[in-house]
């Protein structure tokens, strides 16, 4: 399982994906033969891992690729879970990837708040990044400062809770700050 900003024992409660099926665009479109592998592929409801089984968005090599779906309508935006290759190749080019949830597409939404940052670079990680209820319409995805291919094999959108269950069940966590 990925790294990610969302601790592990924090309880999801079943929510709906708000990025199912929603129009998606990215920076280019990588082709190999037949297989095109479109923006939308990352938000079809399939979490298969294998980019050759084609359910997986991929980029050309692009300087800060990008990638983007449009929710629709403005929504509170609790936890985005993307799902990476499984393929070996490609583990860590989703290293350092920044989620942006916002309003506006200037910049493919790059200027929109920064809800996580992706960690995880195992082949077949899953990110799970906490957004905090940050509001909007778009839900980008960018590699920043660098040149690469940007994969996602699955990017679920959901407006729910998330808190661990020790805060739920009333108690508090005091800090340790060292020896």
Known sequence: MGTSHLPSFCPLIPAENLALYRPANQSST???GTEIALAGKAVDGKHDGLWKDGSCSHTNLDTEPW??????????????IVKHTEDECCGDRLKGAQIHVG??????????????????TEPGATST?????????????????????LTLC???????ECAPPLVAAGLSLTPFWGP
Request: aromatic letters at 4%; hydrophobic letters at 35%.
């Open 30 to 32: 990588y082709q190999n």
């Open 154 to 160: 699955e990017v679920e959108v959901l407006s729910q």
């Open 129 to 149: 990044i906490c957004c905090n209820r940050l509001e909007g319409r778009y839900v980008s995805i960018i590699i920043p400062d660098r040149a690469e291919h």
């Open 103 to 120: 309003d506006s597409l200037v910049n493919h939404g790059k200027h929109n708040p920064i809800c996580g940052v992706i960690t995880a």
């Open 67 to 80: 990638w983007t779906v449009d929710l629709g309508s403005r929504h509170s935006v609790s936890v985005v």
